[in-house]
């Protein structure tokens, strides 16, 4: 602990920041690969629809994973003041009851999703088209719901318990898994579509094996009984408040989806929506690493704040916003000139092509600016003050793009190019905003004396 304050208080900010960034950004990296390359599989062994489909499918899944984060942070953050506090039988608890918890909502989540998944898939835009296999796949992604939902909470448990690299490796080794088994069932065992959600679940339920075996084995600090997983009502109520603002942070990204999905089938038909889901792909691969780089920012940003080094504070903003603009800028060039080999990665339809060519073009012109939207909603999530910090982190994909989707298409009659139009637009307005609100926080920083508050 006292190394780790020692790093925190006197070690060179750029070191500092690459030490803390770099596991987040592997481990970030291997999600997003896993991403794409799923993508790619079901492209190009079931066809260009089946990446609609997916489409349709992937908020679903992130509405169940904000459900996790909902119940795997909040366990996260009172584990880490309970061992703060050396309360570890409580930290126990908390634990136990983030499992039994996460237990019962997945349970309900996949009894009630297969009951209604097809007015689900429906809200989410699934056309009849679609809809054969977008069901395919969420029927055995429901199935396994239990081991993404514990899984997510398990990652959560071993970072509060300060192990982020097991937590890292338990996820390298489900995702590979994943990687591994997707051709095989997919071509192998011609599954098609649902050979795709099978490797999922298998990889998901290996990962969770793993874990269990761990925790298990006597190397986790965490230890799980009878008594710690039964539920409690002071530890669930714990747990839902401080896990609540990044559940409203996720759950904003599967209802934006209603909206964006709907309205790009309604203006541009199922193709635009595969090559959508293309692009958001892609999209991805460039933004996971960069919340790698916000991992790193947060702690050593938080620590300083709370120790009133206002200066390296301010060092760090500067140094984590000039490496996410110079990340930002590359990946931005990468795209622009090899969109096209990228695209065919994925899919060889001729008209999914064309409109991801030409979408992708305009949808990435804000993205050299984002990292200061991104840094500014994170300096307030770090220095604890939620309200602003979550404002921000809701202003681009919700308070902006959201609004900007269903005006944009009826503006001048753009139909599905002012769906593209809506997300650079949305990265401008939503960056200049952040600064702004930045900008005042920190003259704030200056006024800050010892004596004074930090909270």
Known sequence: ?????????????????????????????????????DTIFVGNGVGALA???????????????????L????????????????????????????YALMTIIAITLSVLGLIFIVPILQLFGASATLLPYARDYMQIIFFGSVALSLSVVNSNVLRAEGNAKMAMVLMIIGMGLNIILDPIFIFGFKMGIRGAALATVISQFVGLGCAVYYMSTGNSIIKISRTTLRLKFQYVRDIIKLGFPTFIRQIAGSILAIFLNNGIVFYGGDIALSAFGIINRVMMFLFLPMFGIVQGFQPIAG??????????????????????????????????????????LFTDDQQALAIGAYAIKIMFLGIPIVGLQIISASFFQAIGKAKPALVLSLMRQVLMLLPLIIIMPQLFNLGLTGIWLAFPLSDIASTLISILILRKEWKALDHLAPSEQTT
């Open 51 to 69: 990446i609609g489909g997916l489409t349709v499918a992937f908020p679903i899944q992130m509405a169940i994973m904000s459900l996790a984060l």
């Open 303 to 344: 620590f300083n704040y709370g120790a009133l080094a206002i200066d390296r504070v301010k060092q760090v903003v500067k140094t984590a916003t000039k490496a996410l603009i110079v990340y930002c800028v590359t990946g931005l060039i990468v795209i622009l000139t090899l969109h096209v080999p990228i695209l065919r």
């Open 1 to 37: 602990m006292e190394n780790r304050e020692k790093l925190l208080r006197e070690e060179s900010i750029g070191k500092l920041l690459f030490k803390l960034s770099l596991p987040a950004m592997v481990g970030m990296m291997v999600n997003a690969l896993y991403n794409m390359v």
């Open 71 to 98: 119940v795997g942070i909040g366990a996260q953050a009172n584990i880490s003041i309970s061992f703060g506090a050396g309360q570890i039988d409580k930290a126990n608890q908390y634990a136990g009851n983030a």
